[in-house]
């Protein structure tokens, strides 16, 4: 009899220990869909922020209506403005907030205008890898409460404020940022009156009058976990402005830059002199290289900044 049992225990045993190697590696290896058994970055730190893949649609056709005939700007309002060849755009946070990513092109330029509502952070790529153009979508999954990009031609992962595809078949390939303004509408058209607008015509039924998320940059809570928790001298929803150069990482809070009171002042990082321009009226700055070319930089909130980037300096006012 109990050689008997055995056997049958064997027998069981076997394909159940099948079964589990089988499923258990899709609920780590895999979400939403996405293939994450190369994932460069820890597998459980990807999470999902509810919507399904697509889930929140990217534009892929925009359209676009001159400056002065878009009425349904306030002069306040955030933009995420890009020139390129002398044509500028801007992109309205109120659109980005209920579609996070545009594909869009400028001449032979194809590149994409990425939003997080979690980080407050707005980067353009450029669309090309390696001769390769790639269209991108979003995800629904985040990391570190940035949005997970992912290229529809690879369906690999991309991190927004990495810049880089942390798996499938491109991980490891690093994204090319573009240099773009984060500002109020009235700074932009004052500066760029000719300007185009993303119009509210994307060809989805969203109410651009609403902000989904409302009340969460006062807030002091996080709606997920991120790998480091940034120090308490600032708001984690303070917004920085932030430089990398080379390996070096540093992050100018606006507080602090209040503080300075200049419109604009020179500073170094990683050895390297760079001039920063803030604007206090509209709350923006951008930073520009000893040639007078302005660089990629991410404005964000600090513990989006910090999490990503635990070595940053910190620029400080004189006391």
């Known amino acids: ?70 009425d349904f700007m306030d002069q306040d309002d955030r933009i995420l403005g890009i020139e390129i060849n002398g044509t500028a755009r801007a992109y309205p946070i109120r659109i980005l907030n209920w579609h996070e990513i545009v594909n869009d092109h400028i001449g032979d330029h194809s590149f994409a205008v990425t939003y997080c509502p979690l ?33 529809r031609n690879t369906q690999s992962l991309w991190s927004q404020i990495m810049g880089q595809a942390v798996s499938g078949p491109l991980a490891g390939e690093k994204l090319t940022p573009l240099a773009i303004s984060h500002t109020t509408w009235s700074a932009w058209l004052g500066e760029h009156p000719e300007t185009s607008v993303l119009s509210t015509d994307t060809g989805f039924q969203r109410n651009y009058n609403r902000n989904p998320y409302a009340g969460y940059e006062k807030s002091r809570s996080l709606y997920f976990a991120t790998t480091h928790k940034a120090p308490s001298n600032y708001h984690p929803k303070e917004r920085v402005l932030g430089l990398q150069s080379g390996s070096s990482y540093k992050a100018y809070p606006f507080i602090e830059l209040n503080k300075k009171g200049k419109t604009s002042f020179k500073d170094r990082l990683n050895g390297t002199e760079y001039l920063i321009k803030w604007d206090q009226k509209s709350q923006s700055g951008n930073i520009y290289d000893s040639n007078g070319a302005m660089i990629p930089t991410i404005q964000s909130y600090w513990f989006a900044w910090f999490t990503f980037h635990p070595e940053t300096e910190i620029f400080q006012a004189a006391r």
């Open 119 to 151: 980080c407050g952070t707005g980067v353009a790529f450029s669309s090309s890898i390696r001769d390769r153009m790639l269209n991108f979508g979003v995800s629904g999954l985040l990391y570190n409460s940035d949005v997970l990009l992912y290229d």
């Open 1 to 70: 009899m109990p050689t008997t049992i055995s056997s049958h225990l064997r027998s069981a045993i076997t394909p159940i220990l099948m079964l589990a190697l089988l499923t258990a590696p899709y609920s780590v290896w895999s979400k939403n869909g996405f293939d994450l058994s190369n994932s460069l970055i820890n597998a459980d730190q990807i999470l999902s922020g509810g919507p399904a893949k697509d889930g929140i649609p990217a534009i892929d056709k925009p359209r676009f209506i001159p400056g002065n005939r878009a």
